[in-house]
């Protein structure tokens, strides 16, 4: 597959945390830049927002009774939630 150079400018501290991530996935900074925009274009990032999302709205009451039960042992945050 032909190779396109791409030139971006970014942050100190974006560079490096983009170089420590590839490291961390034995990726160059190039092929961990393109699995980045691979995943935004497929969706990945959208359906696990959307996962954690269903997630909530599914166990919201988990949370809410958990809640609960902290501001029953004065431990509750108010206007602490969740979601």
Do not use: N, W
């Not at 974006?14 to 490291?23: V, Y």
């Not at 959307?50 to 958990?66: G, K, M, P, Y």
């Not at 004065?74 to 602490?80: D, L």
Request: charged share 35%.
């Amino acid at each position: 597959m032909a190779k396109t150079q791409l030139g971006a400018r970014v942050d100190d501290e974006i560079a490096e945390l983009a170089r420590a991530r590839a490291k961390d996935r034995g990726l160059s900074v190039g092929d961990y830049i393109a699995s980045l925009v691979r995943d935004d274009a497929d969706g990945l990032r959208q359906r696990g927002m959307d996962a954690a999302r269903r997630f909530l709205d599914e166990h919201q009451a988990v949370f809410d009774e958990a809640e609960d039960a902290d501001a029953g042992a004065g431990q509750h945050t108010p206007g602490a939630h969740a979601a």
